[in-house]
């Protein structure tokens, strides 16, 4: 849905003939070359459905797809799960389509991503720090040691910005903030049962799986890969990290390829046969 510093997430529109898809890959904002939000101003995951909705509107679509990884796979499972008539099929990358957080939890949650903001309006008048673009790469490197360098290349060229004396990031670092916005496993629960499209869950196995190994996180992700499969969604485990998707496509992409052929594209021309056939 977004291509930023967390990988690549796509759109595409199921208004296409068996052999074409077209893809949208949209920098949401904060990320990439897309606008930051005004001051004071939390990022959260309604205010990025809201901004897919936008785009959505923007380019007149009735009936899409949607690929989101990790926190794009949040957004693409809170968008179909209130916007269910606009979309066809889901695909999580790494991600289960919603994060619950515990009751007893969210106060302190919350309180934590304030503190943050106003900590982190204190220091607005620091400038950003300028690189060069090796430091920048080893910078990522650093951050997310799961990325090949490859991959840390492709995600600069919209990750960096030109200044003076080298570049600097170009995302809003507000996105690392604890996020407030928070909903529980029931609340989860019932988002995910309002889902139409059809749903393709791409796991790696030292992925999420192993970042939430937490006994209570596991809770919370079991129940929702257990809802997926009882509603006959599809749900696979591929070897690789949190960005196996970015460092090693090619075992990703069958099941994506797959899924989209199965799902929309056959269904589609399926449809435009029937529609042909009543003229």
């Not at 923007?58 to 949607?66: C, D, G, M, P, R």
């Amino acid at each position: 849905m977004l291509r930023a510093l967390k990988g690549v997430r796509q759109l595409h529109s199921s208004t296409m003939k068996q052999a074409e898809c077209r893809y949208v890959a949209v920098d949401l904002a904060g990320h990439g070359q897309s606008s930051h939000r005004h001051p004071g101003v939390f990022y959260s995951f309604p205010s990025y459905v809201m901004d897919v909705r936008r785009v959505i509107d923007a380019l007149q679509w009735n009936k899409f797809s949607i690929i989101g990884h990790s926190m794009g796979g949040n957004i693409a499972g809170m968008f179909s799960a209130l916007y269910p008539e606009m979309v066809d099929a889901v695909i999580l990358l790494d991600s289960y389509g919603f994060l619950p957080t515990d009751l007893k939890e969210m106060p302190k949650v919350m309180r934590q991503g304030m503190d943050e903001m106003l900590q982190f309006e204190k220091k607005t008048e620091e400038k950003k720090r300028v690189y060069t673009y090796e430091k920048a790469v080893e910078r990522l490197l650093a951050a997310n040691p799961t990325l090949s360098e490859q991959s840390v290349h492709i995600l600069l060229e919209r990750g960096l910005v030109q200044a003076e004396g080298g570049v600097v990031f170009s995302r809003d670092f507000r996105i690392n903030l604890k996020n407030i916005v928070r909903i529980s496993l029931e609340q989860s629960l019932e988002l995910q049962s309002r889902i139409r499209a059809s749903v393709l869950v791409v796991l790696a196995d030292s992925g999420f799986e192993k970042i939430f190994a937490e006994p209570d996180q596991k809770k919370f992700t079991s129940a929702l890969l257990r809802a997926y499969r009882d509603r006959n969604h599809t749900v696979v485990t591929v070897p690789g990290s949190h960005h196996v998707h970015l460092n090693h496509p090619e075992v990703v992409a069958p099941h994506v390829s797959d899924f989209l052929q199965t799902q929309v594209l056959t269904q589609s021309a399926r449809l435009t046969d029937k529609q042909t056939s009543k003229l």
